[in-house]
């Protein structure tokens, strides 16, 4: 199977504080946890939603990719992100397939989790990520 289900809906914000009293207060859900990802200059809160998640993430640096983002279209909805077993198989399957990639092979993004970008170009203009958890670690 190549998707497993959708691991997390990423939303851009220009501040977490700001917008974690509408997830925490408004809709009563719950934050799992806040971290930084220096590679990619990001802070990402964690909010738990059933079995997903939604992944605020707020820009530390204008170099950041959601720092353009915000920039050019504003703060909102950013990236689904997919859980997939074998993410380099996955990967190369889409290459194959014509489908062009942010990111050939997979990094390390928050939580640990090994992740890759499928370029919008290919996919009808949303930005989707693969996600592979590590070994051991629930995929919620």
């Known amino acids: 199977m190549m998707v497993k289900k959708v691991d997390h809906i990423g939303i851009a914000v ?50 950041s990719s959601v720092a353009k983002f915000i920039d050019k279209r504003g703060e909102g909805l950013h990236h689904v992100a997919l859980a997939v077993n074998n993410i380099e198989e996955r990967l190369e399957e889409l290459k194959n397939k014509g489908i062009a990639l942010i990111d050939e092979k997979p990094r390390v993004g928050a939580a640990q989790a090994n992740i890759a970008f499928l370029h919008p170009k290919s996919t009808s203009g949303v930005l989707y990520e693969f996600c592979e958890k590590q070994r051991g670690e629930k995929s919620d």
């Open 14 to 63: 220009r501040s977490i504080e700001k917008a974690l009293p509408f997830y925490i207060e408004t809709l009563n859900l719950t934050l799992e946890g806040i971290e930084e990802v220096s590679s990619q200059h990001v802070r990402v809160a964690f909010i738990k939603v059933g079995d997903t998640k939604i992944e605020l993430l707020e820009p530390t640096s204008e170099e």
